[in-house]
Nanobody, 123 residues
Framework: VRVSESGGGLVQPGTSLSLSCTVS????????MAWFRQFPGKEREFVAA????????SYKDSVKGRFSISRVSGDNTAFLQMNILKPEDTAVYYC?????????????????WGQGTQVTVSS
């Protein structure tokens, strides 16, 4: 199973950015997936997750109303739409999936991770 992220970059505060995640090597649509992020010197933290059906999602409190996670089951692709970005959103963002079906916010529930994509929010 291979997880690949794309879409990171340098943006100004208040603008938007969309991240994409592609999973290959298995039947992606049957499992939950999530986005986590990591700040320098800190542990990886939960950002958003979506369940196997795409009908249920969960978010970190600080991104609710600004970030939106979605998925396209048949295409093995998921997205994280990030709006009204803030400097404190600057981090490496990781896509993850596992063998569970619920939108968990725990890193231990995801066994497959991408390499990460850098998001920098700065003026």
């Amino acid at each position: 199973v291979r997880v690949s992220e794309s879409g990171g970059g340098l943006v100004q505060p208040g603008t938007s950015l969309s991240l994409s995640c592609t999973v290959s090597g298995r039947s992606f649509g049957a499992y939950a997936m999530a986005w986590f992020r990591q700040f320098p010197g800190k542990e990886r933290e939960f950002v958003a997750a979506i369940d196997w059906s795409g009908h249920r999602s969960s978010y970190k409190d600080s991104v609710k109303g600004r970030f939106s996670i979605s998925r396209v089951s048949g295409d093995n692709t998921a997205f994280l739409q990030m709006n009204i970005l803030k400097p404190e959103d600057t981090a490496v963002y990781y896509c993850a999936t596992g063998v569970g079906v619920t939108a968990s916010n725990q890193t231990v529930d995801y066994g497959y991770w991408g390499q990460g994509t850098q998001v920098t929010v700065s003026s």
